[in-house]
């Protein structure tokens, strides 16, 4: 993926961050700025992002949250102390959409399930399509309120609870039902996926 090819992947994104939300983008762009032009891979601390974009540390980490969670970044280096006293800044590497086949047109306009799709279909929705279909048919996750804290929703959170569950090629775990998400605020989303997680490890549900 190429930087410049994923800056027009992300602004053009469904449900990219937008009003109050909006420098978070500043954020990504400036990560971008620092990674290999071609191949969309590199190092940087988000202490150095938040200076380079003029916001704080916390919008920057929210702004890598966002990017992660939808799909568009990966961390593959932690960033840590070495020996000598300096810091090593964690590795990052922009992602983009997997090639699939758009929708066919003859696809239901008002399928919100996989049930609603024709059987004949030989593929599966990707993770962007979906998010795509619930920014048509919702709208902004920051037009809603967040299902947990009544807050400004930022993001559209899937539960987890899909006994048919996709998984993207990053890893990603989601849904084609569109029932399955709820509008979250980053915090309470983090906070949900992150239970998940640990529930998963040791066999429970949250």
Known sequence: ???????????????????????????????????????????????DLAKAAGVSERTARRAIGWATTSGLLRRTDRGHHRWDGTTAPSGWQLLGEPAVMPDPVMVPSDATTDHDLPAWLPWVPSYGAIHSRLHARYGPASAHRCAHCCGQAEQWSYDHKDPDEMVSPEG??????????????????????????RSATQGTRP
């Not at 989601?174 to 949900?192: E, G, I, N, Q």
């Open 1 to 47: 993926m190429t930087r410049d090819t994923w800056k027009r992947q992300l602004q053009e994104h469904p449900d990219r961050p937008q009003g109050r939300q909006r420098r978070q983008l500043d954020v990504l762009f400036a990560l971008a700025d620092q990674l290999d032009a071609k191949t969309g891979e590199g190092n940087a601390s988000v202490l």
């Open 172 to 197: 990603l775990p989601y849904s084609v039902d569109l029932a399955r998400y709820k509008p979250l605020c980053c915090t309470c989303h983090w906070r949900f996926d992150g239970a998940h997680q």
